[in-house]
C-alpha cells in the first residue's frame, strides 16, 4: 500500500479537510493513475450529507468524486490495454462480480455486487471503504478504465464520466432519434450534456425550463426551442409532439405536464432522482400508448462508446474549473444552482498542500 493526499469529509456535517488515505499497490489487472481533474456531481453532495441514508448509508471518513480524468503512471503485468502516459478515465464504478447476467451483457451497473468508486465495501481490503478522486491518485482494474480522446479539453471530459453518460445511454437506447422532436427537461448539469447529445444525434431540440432567462444558453448549447414549462399557452401548443423527452429534473415536478407533450407510442425517461414518488396518470400513458422508463449510466463499453463520439463531436461538459481547496465553497454554491454547467477541481492544487 502506499499514501496518497486527498480531501475526506469526517461527518455528514464536517466540511472537506485536507487528509492522507490509503492506495494498494498494483496487482496484476490494474492500472495506477494520477488525478489530473475530478468533477463534483450532485451524488457527491447527497452522499457526503449521508442524503441517501436509507439506501447507501455513508461511511466516514468519506472521499468522493466518481467523474475522474488522470494520466497512467504504473500498470499491472498482466495489463494489456493502458501504458503510463495514456490519458484515462474512470467513472462510477471500478468492479463488478464479471459473471452475472448483467455484467455478460456490458450492464455492469445493474450488477447485484457492484464496486462504486467511492463508499462501496473495499474488496481489496485498503479500507472499509473505496475513496473516490477527490484525490491524487487512484488504482483501478483495467475492466474498469477508459480511453479518453487526447483532442478534447480535460477538465470538460470529467463530468462525461457521469453526466455524460447518464444522459448518451438512454438516447441511444431508445433508437435513431436524427430528425426527431427531442425534448430536455432541466438545463443543469444533466440538461446541457442531454441537449448538446440530442443535438449531435441530429434530432430537433426543445428545452424545456422554468427560467425564461436560460433561453439564450440553451440556444447556444445547441437547442432549437425553448418552451418556457409555466407558459400554459406554449405547453399547449406543443401537446402530443414529442417522440422522446429526457427528465433531468431531481426535485419534485409534475411529470404528467410532460408526458403529455409525447406524441403516439413517445417515450419519457428519467434520469433524475427526486427522493419523494411522482404521482403519475395512467391516462396520459394509455392514450397514446406512451411509455415512462428511467436510466442509469450506462455500461463500460458503452461509456467507453460515449467518450469515443465525444472526440468525434468535439463534445465536454461546460464545467468552472476550481481549486480544491474551494471545495466547501463549491458545495454551497451547487446547492443553490450556482454553476454553469458543471464544477471540475483541477487536482494540480492538491499538491500544495
Known amino acids: 500500500m502506499y499514501k496518497a493526499k486527498a480531501y475526506s469529509v469526517a461527518s455528514a456535517t464536517s466540511p472537506f479537510a485536507s487528509d492522507t488515505i490509503q492506495r494498494r499497490e498494483t496487482t496484476d489487472r490494474d492500472v495506477q493513475i494520477e488525478i489530473l481533474y475530478c468533477g463534483i456531481c450532485h451524488s457527491d453532495l447527497h452522499t457526503v450529507r ?12 468519506c472521499v468522493p468524486g466518481h467523474e475522474i480524468v488522470g494520466k497512467v503512471t504504473k500498470v499491472g503485468a498482466a495489463v494489456s490495454k493502458f501504458k503510463p502516459g495514456d490519458l484515462v478515465g474512470v467513472g462510477c464504478l ?17 450488477c447485484k455486487e457492484p464496486t462504486f468508486t467511492y463508499n462501496s465495501p473495499d474488496k ?7 475513496y473516490g478522486g477527490y484525490s491524487e491518485s487512484i488504482v483501478v482494474d483495467e475492466r474498469f478504465v477508459l480511453r479518453v480522446p ?27 432519434i436524427k430528425g426527431k422532436k427531442v425534448g430536455v427537461v432541466g438545463l443543469g448539469g444533466l440538461g446541457h450534456m442531454g441537449v448538446k447529445f440530442a443535438r449531435a444525434f ?7 425550463t ?21 407558459d400554459r399557452q406554449q405547453m399547449k401548443q406543443h401537446a402530443g409532439t414529442f417522440n422522446f423527452i429526457l427528465d433531468t429534473i431531481a426535485a419534485e415536478h409534475d411529470i404528467n405536464a410532460y408526458i403529455t407533450m409525447l406524441g403516439l407510442e413517445g417515450n419519457i425517461t428519467l434520469v433524475g432522482a427526486p427522493d419523494k414518488p411522482l404521482p403519475v396518470s395512467a391516462f396520459a400513458l394509455l ?14 463499453k458503452e461509456t467507453q462508446e460515449m467518450l469515443d463520439f465525444c472526440g468525434e463531436h468535439n463534445i465536454t461538459s461546460d464545467v468552472e474549473v476550481i481549486p480544491i481547496q474551494q471545495i ?16 471540475s477541481i483541477d487536482m494540480a492544487s492538491l499538491k500544495a498542500e
Open 202 to 208: 441530429g434530432a430537433h431540440v426543445v428545452v424545456f
Open 150 to 176: 487526447a483532442n478534447l479539453d480535460l477538465a470538460g471530459v470529467a463530468p462525461l464520466l457521469c453526466a455524460g453518460i447518464t444522459t448518451y445511454s438512454p438516447m441511444r437506447r431508445w433508437g435513431d
Open 210 to 230: 422554468t427560467s425564461p432567462k436560460k433561453k439564450e444558453d440553451a440556444l447556444r448549447l445547441g437547442a432549437h426551442e425553448v418552451i418556457v414549462s409555466t
Open 287 to 300: 392514450f397514446g400508448r406512451r411509455t415512462l422508463s428511467g436510466s442509469l449510466i450506462g455500461g463500460i
Open 50 to 61: 449521508d442524503e441517501w441514508h436509507s439506501i447507501m448509508p455513508t461511511v466516514y471518513p
Open 124 to 130: 481489496h481490503g485498503t479500507g472499509p471503504v473505496t
Open 328 to 343: 466547501n465553497e463549491a458545495y454551497e454554491r451547487l446547492v443553490k444552482s450556482d454553476v454553469k454547467y458543471r464544477f
Open 94 to 110: 471500478v468492479d463488478s462480480d464479471h459473471s452475472c447476467p448483467s455484467c455478460l451483457n456490458n450492464l455492469e451497473q445493474f
